[in-house]
């Protein structure tokens, strides 16, 4: 079964910083673009970031663009995203999910279109 879990979440005040990260299960992630993804209350969900299936191309919103890292670990079947600095308005459920297809070359954006493979989400807030 198919399965990514995201962990890392939690309360921080404006400034700080926390490191999501993805593992997953019932498949390996080699091959597969990651990204992760969030939804803030009342909006629709967006892309955050998304990584090559190397890791060596990434892309990022431009609201997270010099804040946010976003990395895979292959042999450990991972994805991690590293944010500093954080703002009220990165508060959101964040996700991580994997490419429907494999081997697709990163461009210039992903499209949550192209992602077939969800974690449940974990809560970031970021309040004083």
């Known amino acids: 079964q198919l399965q990514l879990e995201e962990s890392g979440g939690g309360l921080v005040q404006p400034g700080g910083s926390l490191t999501l990260s993805c593992a997953a299960s019932?498949?390996?992630?080699?091959?597969?673009?990651m990204g992760w993804f969030r939804q803030a209350p009342g909006k629709e969900r967006e892309a955050v970031s998304c990584?090559?299936?190397?890791?060596?191309?990434?892309v990022y919103a431009d609201s997270v663009k010099g804040r946010f890292t976003i990395s895979r670990d292959n042999a450990k079947n991972t994805a991690t995203l590293q944010m500093n600095n954080l703002k009220p308005e990165d508060t959101a459920v964040y996700y991580c999910a994997a490419d429907s297809l494999w081997n697709r070359h990163l461009g210039t954006w992903c499209q949550q279109a192209d992602f077939s493979s969800w974690g449940q989400g974990t809560q970031v807030t970021v309040s004083s």
């Open positions: 019932g498949f390996t992630l080699d091959f597969y673009i």
């Open positions: 990584i090559s299936v190397t890791g060596g191309k990434t």
